[in-house]
């Protein structure tokens, strides 16, 4: 079954609306998760690594205000698109992993996110 | 430099026979992870094997196995007996460094798409 739970797992919304994202552990406690952003036929690029009960470390270019992360608890972080464009729009997809060295990281089903 | 290179866009296989899917990695870090992933149409990513620096056999999980060559930093996907089911992007991906935190990210190929044909 799946351990790394997101959702919503599609959104269609208008231009200027801001648009959250979750990302929860099911199964283990996450002290670190990342998000990832993947256009069509492109491969995942990282976005950012969420950091419980500290501010998260962004990739460079990513802006910082316009993807607002909170990593609240030690199961869930969240992914914030702030007042979302329709360049905006991709396929976000979370991920966590286990504590122990060698353990994969695990990912949600992602968000497709179309912005009108 | 890339981290990660995939070199296949694209490749063909018949069912039921047997496919490699390239992938070659750059990394000065004595202490790495090396990951394949699938992700079908749908989206999701679905682990499939791992392979650590430091392990001594290539490893192997049911009808994938990993063809590690560390001199050649390389790291291929081998999947046997190909299914119909086995058609998607294929993303070879890299941890630099195994500490028992979950701090270290994982750095990604271009992926490989696998047809498998009747």
């Known amino acids: 079954g799946a351990v790394v739970s997101q959702h919503p797992s599609w959104v269609i919304c208008k231009s200027g609306t801001s648009v959250k994202i979750e990302c929860r552990s099911l199964?283990?406690?996450?002290?670190?998760m990342f998000w990832y952003r993947q256009f069509p036929k492109q491969s995942l690029m990282l976005m950012a690594t969420?950091?419980?009960?500290?501010?998260?470390?962004?990739e460079q270019g990513v802006e910082k205000d316009k993807f607002l992360i909170n990593h609240a608890s030690l199961t869930l972080s969240t992914l914030t698109v702030t007042s979302a464009h329709p360049e905006d729009s991709s396929f976000y997809i979370c991920?966590?992993?286990?504590?122990?060295?060698?353990?994969?990281?695990?990912f949600g089903d992602g968000t497709r996110l179309s912005i009108l | 430099a890339q981290k990660i290179t995939q070199t296949q866009p694209g490749m063909f296989v018949q069912e039921k026979e047997a496919v490699t899917l390239d992938c070659t990695y750059d990394t000065s870090d004595p202490s790495y992870g090396l990951f394949w992933y699938k992700q079908p149409s749908s989206g999701e990513m679905i682990f499939l094997i791992y392979?650590?620096?430091?392990?001594?056999q290539n490893a192997t999980e049911g009808r994938y196995s990993l063809n590690f060559q560390k001199a050649r930093k390389s790291a291929n996907l081998v999947i046997s007996a190909s299914q119909l089911g086995d058609s998607a992007m294929y993303f070879c991906?890299?941890?630099?460094?195994?500490?028992?935190?979950?701090?270290?990210?994982?750095?990604f190929g271009t992926g490989t798409q696998l047809k498998v044909e009747l």
């Open positions: 392979q650590g620096s430091y392990d001594q």
């Open positions: 969420s950091n419980e009960g500290s501010k998260a470390t962004y």
């Open positions: 991906a890299m941890r630099e460094g195994q500490g028992a935190g979950g701090g270290n990210k994982l750095t």
């Open positions: 991920s966590a992993r286990g504590g122990r060295v060698g353990r994969p990281q695990h």
């Open positions: 199964d283990f406690q996450a002290t670190t």
